[in-house]
């Protein structure tokens, strides 16, 4: 179901703005399987199918920094311009899993929001170029295709969703697979946290930074806090 993956969005990616939420207690971390992002520059996903796992979500009142470990300063400009120069050029080599590696190192070592922000975004974008792809990253398994087996079934099994095992493998229209076929199937699990008071959304893979949104929340503040599990959405 991975959140509207900027913009005022509260599914960023699986969730949806009709979500059926019920409290959970206790909830930890969410164990869901996004849904694709539809294609443009920042997708955002379609919907949880039946076969998507359940997603939990945790809303803060406090302006604590969801999803964020302490700032530690010692990372200076020239060391971010540097930093950022070398992940540019990873990501346009393709390596969307080592400039994440590079983004996500120097995350502890941010002097200040406005570096935390550059890095959050670049790492984002990196992790999303991952997602969306064949290349290999610790919480995708390699799939065979067997004789008779089509991608939705294959989906259902490994806990995703079609949309988003046909966007990672690049498919076409139909879907259509050969025997044999060497497939990656998403084998995450994402957890959301969700500060009212910054309007901010973070999507977690595996209890590690993934994704961060801004996020609109009801009219006069009457968004509850607490920690919820999407079960479904309309």
Known sequence: SPVKPGGSESRAGYGASSAAAKPASPVSKAVVVPVAPKRSSDPAGSRTGPQARPLAVDVSSTPAEAGRSPVVPGLTAEQLVDLLTKGQALEDRGDMQEAGQAYAGALPACRDERQRAVLEERLGRANMGLLLSRQKAPWKVEYVVKPNDAV?????????????????????????????????????????????????????????????????????????AGSYVIKSRE
């Open 152 to 224: 939705e079934k294959i989906a259902r099994k490994a806990g995703t969703t079609t949309e988003l095992t046909a966007r990672m493998n690049g498919l076409g229209k139909g879907h259509a697979i050969r025997n044999g076929q060497r497939l990656m199937l998403f084998n995450g699990h994402f957890s959301i946290a969700i500060s009212k008071a910054k309007c901010m959304l973070v999507l977690e893979l595996g209890g590690k930074f993934f994704k961060r949104y801004s996020v609109c929340i009801g009219a006069e503040n009457k968004t509850p």
